[in-house]
Protein backbone atom coordinates (compact mmCIF):
# COMPACT_ATOMS: atom_id res chain seq x y z
CA UNK A 1 0.00 0.00 0.00
CA UNK A 2 1.65 2.83 -1.54
CA UNK A 3 1.89 5.98 1.47
CA UNK A 4 2.29 9.76 0.13
CA UNK A 5 4.15 10.67 -2.87
CA UNK A 6 5.69 14.03 -3.41
CA UNK A 7 7.66 15.02 -6.64
CA UNK A 8 10.27 16.60 -6.73
CA UNK A 9 12.54 15.51 -4.07
CA UNK A 10 14.60 18.84 -4.83
CA UNK A 11 14.07 21.77 -6.84
CA UNK A 12 16.28 25.02 -7.45
CA UNK A 13 14.39 27.66 -8.90
CA UNK A 14 15.17 32.10 -9.11
CA UNK A 15 13.53 35.33 -7.44
CA UNK A 16 9.78 35.76 -9.98
CA UNK A 17 9.72 32.52 -11.49
CA UNK A 18 7.17 29.73 -11.12
CA UNK A 19 7.31 26.92 -9.39
CA UNK A 20 4.54 23.03 -9.22
CA UNK A 21 4.95 20.88 -6.68
CA UNK A 22 2.94 17.36 -7.16
CA UNK A 23 1.29 15.07 -4.58
CA UNK A 24 -0.12 11.63 -4.81
CA UNK A 25 -2.51 10.76 -1.70
CA UNK A 26 -2.46 7.64 0.11
CA UNK A 27 -4.52 4.66 -1.39
CA UNK A 28 -8.22 5.34 -0.10
CA UNK A 29 -7.22 9.18 0.49
CA UNK A 30 -9.86 11.87 -0.90
CA UNK A 31 -8.51 14.79 0.85
CA UNK A 32 -5.01 16.86 0.33
CA UNK A 33 -3.83 19.29 2.32
CA UNK A 34 -0.41 21.35 2.11
CA UNK A 35 1.83 22.64 4.53
CA UNK A 36 4.89 25.10 4.16
CA UNK A 37 7.66 24.39 6.85
CA UNK A 38 10.25 27.06 7.07
CA UNK A 39 13.79 25.70 8.32
CA UNK A 40 13.68 25.41 12.29
CA UNK A 41 9.67 25.91 12.46
CA UNK A 42 6.85 23.71 12.81
CA UNK A 43 4.66 23.36 9.46
CA UNK A 44 2.21 25.79 8.65
CA UNK A 45 -1.06 25.14 6.90
CA UNK A 46 -1.56 26.75 3.15
CA UNK A 47 -4.73 24.97 2.27
CA UNK A 48 -6.70 21.98 1.75
CA UNK A 49 -8.41 20.18 -0.94
CA UNK A 50 -11.39 18.30 -0.91
CA UNK A 51 -13.99 16.78 -4.14
CA UNK A 52 -11.55 19.27 -6.29
CA UNK A 53 -12.16 22.15 -4.33
CA UNK A 54 -10.24 24.47 -2.34
CA UNK A 55 -12.28 23.76 1.57
CA UNK A 56 -9.91 25.97 3.87
CA UNK A 57 -6.63 28.23 3.51
CA UNK A 58 -4.22 29.50 5.95
CA UNK A 59 -2.73 32.90 6.28
CA UNK A 60 -0.52 32.93 2.18
CA UNK A 61 -0.85 35.18 0.09
CA UNK A 62 -2.80 34.49 -3.75
CA UNK A 63 0.67 33.51 -5.04
CA UNK A 64 -0.01 30.43 -3.67
CA UNK A 65 -2.77 28.24 -5.41
CA UNK A 66 -3.50 24.54 -5.75
CA UNK A 67 -5.56 21.89 -7.93
CA UNK A 68 -7.09 18.88 -6.93
CA UNK A 69 -7.30 16.20 -9.98
CA UNK A 70 -10.58 13.80 -9.91
CA UNK A 71 -7.86 10.86 -9.08
CA UNK A 72 -7.78 12.82 -6.21
CA UNK A 73 -3.94 13.99 -6.81
CA UNK A 74 -3.14 17.08 -6.13
CA UNK A 75 -0.82 20.29 -7.46
CA UNK A 76 0.57 23.08 -5.31
CA UNK A 77 1.55 26.11 -7.97
CA UNK A 78 3.46 29.39 -6.43
CA UNK A 79 4.25 32.57 -8.40
CA UNK A 80 6.27 35.34 -8.63
CA UNK A 81 8.81 33.26 -6.39
CA UNK A 82 10.56 35.41 -3.72
CA UNK A 83 13.81 34.50 -0.93
CA UNK A 84 11.43 33.68 1.69
CA UNK A 85 9.61 30.85 -0.26
CA UNK A 86 12.38 28.52 0.20
CA UNK A 87 10.91 25.75 2.55
CA UNK A 88 10.02 22.39 3.19
CA UNK A 89 6.55 21.87 1.53
CA UNK A 90 4.47 18.79 2.39
CA UNK A 91 1.61 17.40 1.28
CA UNK A 92 -0.57 15.38 3.61
CA UNK A 93 -3.54 13.28 2.97
CA UNK A 94 -6.65 11.92 4.81
CA UNK A 95 -10.06 10.53 4.33
CA UNK A 96 -13.28 12.60 4.06
CA UNK A 97 -12.89 14.70 7.74
CA UNK A 98 -10.88 12.19 9.87
CA UNK A 99 -8.95 13.73 11.41
CA UNK A 100 -5.30 12.33 11.15
CA UNK A 101 -3.44 13.62 8.10
CA UNK A 102 -0.50 11.17 6.87
CA UNK A 103 2.62 13.10 5.53
CA UNK A 104 4.53 12.85 2.18
CA UNK A 105 8.27 12.72 2.34
CA UNK A 106 8.14 16.91 1.38
CA UNK A 107 9.73 18.93 -1.60
CA UNK A 108 12.51 20.86 -0.60
CA UNK A 109 12.54 24.21 -2.61
CA UNK A 110 15.33 26.53 -2.62
CA UNK A 111 15.01 29.94 -3.97
CA UNK A 112 18.17 31.72 -5.38
CA UNK B 1 0.82 31.78 13.20
CA UNK B 2 1.79 28.76 14.76
CA UNK B 3 -0.56 28.42 18.03
CA UNK B 4 1.45 25.76 19.83
CA UNK B 5 4.89 25.74 21.31
CA UNK B 6 7.05 22.71 22.92
CA UNK B 7 8.99 22.71 25.50
CA UNK B 8 11.97 22.18 25.49
CA UNK B 9 13.22 23.41 21.98
CA UNK B 10 16.08 20.78 22.76
CA UNK B 11 16.81 18.01 24.56
CA UNK B 12 19.61 15.39 24.50
CA UNK B 13 19.79 12.12 26.58
CA UNK B 14 21.42 8.78 27.05
CA UNK B 15 19.85 5.80 25.83
CA UNK B 16 17.85 3.71 27.98
CA UNK B 17 16.27 7.14 29.52
CA UNK B 18 13.15 8.49 29.26
CA UNK B 19 12.42 11.61 27.11
CA UNK B 20 9.50 14.33 28.36
CA UNK B 21 8.67 16.63 26.10
CA UNK B 22 5.90 19.33 26.68
CA UNK B 23 3.48 21.33 24.34
CA UNK B 24 0.99 24.38 25.15
CA UNK B 25 -1.68 25.39 23.19
CA UNK B 26 -3.74 28.64 23.46
CA UNK B 27 -7.44 27.43 21.59
CA UNK B 28 -10.34 25.13 22.10
CA UNK B 29 -8.96 21.79 20.12
CA UNK B 30 -11.00 18.85 19.25
CA UNK B 31 -8.06 16.83 19.32
CA UNK B 32 -4.43 16.71 19.55
CA UNK B 33 -1.79 14.68 17.54
CA UNK B 34 2.23 14.10 18.13
CA UNK B 35 4.01 13.59 15.02
CA UNK B 36 8.22 12.44 14.28
CA UNK B 37 10.42 14.36 11.98
CA UNK B 38 13.49 12.60 11.15
CA UNK B 39 16.32 15.04 9.27
CA UNK B 40 13.81 17.48 8.09
CA UNK B 41 11.84 14.90 6.05
CA UNK B 42 8.03 13.95 5.91
CA UNK B 43 6.40 13.79 9.44
CA UNK B 44 5.62 10.51 10.81
CA UNK B 45 1.91 10.06 13.07
CA UNK B 46 2.50 8.99 16.68
CA UNK B 47 -0.35 9.34 18.19
CA UNK B 48 -3.63 11.33 18.67
CA UNK B 49 -5.18 11.88 22.25
CA UNK B 50 -8.98 13.52 22.02
CA UNK B 51 -10.15 16.01 23.88
CA UNK B 52 -12.45 14.30 26.39
CA UNK B 53 -8.89 11.73 26.75
CA UNK B 54 -6.63 12.41 29.50
CA UNK B 55 -4.18 9.72 28.84
CA UNK B 56 -3.09 7.03 25.65
CA UNK B 57 -0.55 4.92 25.70
CA UNK B 58 0.91 3.36 22.59
CA UNK B 59 4.13 1.22 22.87
CA UNK B 60 7.19 3.06 24.29
CA UNK B 61 4.76 6.32 24.11
CA UNK B 62 2.79 7.69 26.68
CA UNK B 63 0.68 11.04 26.02
CA UNK B 64 -1.10 12.98 28.54
CA UNK B 65 -3.74 15.71 28.06
CA UNK B 66 -5.05 18.55 30.52
CA UNK B 67 -7.42 21.01 28.49
CA UNK B 68 -8.24 22.91 31.63
CA UNK B 69 -4.09 23.88 31.41
CA UNK B 70 -3.98 23.81 27.82
CA UNK B 71 -0.90 21.25 27.56
CA UNK B 72 -0.09 17.94 26.42
CA UNK B 73 3.17 16.06 27.37
CA UNK B 74 4.60 13.13 25.38
CA UNK B 75 6.84 10.63 26.94
CA UNK B 76 9.07 8.21 25.75
CA UNK B 77 10.45 5.45 27.64
CA UNK B 78 13.44 3.67 27.36
CA UNK B 79 14.76 5.78 24.91
CA UNK B 80 17.19 4.64 21.75
CA UNK B 81 19.55 6.34 19.16
CA UNK B 82 16.88 5.53 16.04
CA UNK B 83 14.43 8.09 18.59
CA UNK B 84 16.68 11.06 17.63
CA UNK B 85 14.27 13.13 15.49
CA UNK B 86 12.19 16.13 16.10
CA UNK B 87 9.33 15.83 17.64
CA UNK B 88 5.86 17.98 17.04
CA UNK B 89 2.37 18.39 18.64
CA UNK B 90 -0.40 19.97 16.02
CA UNK B 91 -3.57 20.82 17.30
CA UNK B 92 -6.41 20.28 15.15
CA UNK B 93 -9.58 22.42 15.04
CA UNK B 94 -13.10 21.24 13.38
CA UNK B 95 -13.34 23.89 10.66
CA UNK B 96 -17.15 23.31 9.46
CA UNK B 97 -17.82 23.76 5.88
CA UNK B 98 -19.46 21.93 3.26
CA UNK B 99 -18.19 18.20 4.59
CA UNK B 100 -16.51 19.59 7.54
CA UNK B 101 -12.48 19.23 7.28
CA UNK B 102 -9.58 19.20 10.12
CA UNK B 103 -6.90 21.44 10.21
CA UNK B 104 -3.42 21.29 11.67
CA UNK B 105 -1.60 23.88 13.96
CA UNK B 106 1.77 22.67 14.52
CA UNK B 107 4.06 24.15 17.44
CA UNK B 108 8.34 24.80 16.38
CA UNK B 109 8.74 21.17 18.11
CA UNK B 110 11.08 19.91 20.15
CA UNK B 111 14.73 18.47 18.51
CA UNK B 112 15.68 14.70 20.77
CA UNK B 113 19.03 13.49 20.81
CA UNK B 114 19.37 10.28 22.04
CA UNK B 115 23.34 9.52 22.85
CA UNK B 116 24.41 5.91 22.24
Known amino acids: DAGVTQSPTHLIKTRGQQVTLRCSPK?????VSWYQQALGQGPQFIFQ???????QRGNFPDRFSGHQFPNYSSELNVNALLLGDSALYLCASSFLAADTQYFGPGTRLTVL | SQQGEEDPQALSIQEGENATMNCSYKTSINNLQWYRQNSGRGLVHLIL?????REKHSGRLRVTLDTSKKSSSLLITASRAADTASYFCAQTRYEIGGAGSYQLTFGKGTKLSVIP
Open chain 2, 49 to 53: IRSNE
Open chain 1, 27 to 31: SGHDT
Open chain 1, 49 to 55: YYEEEER
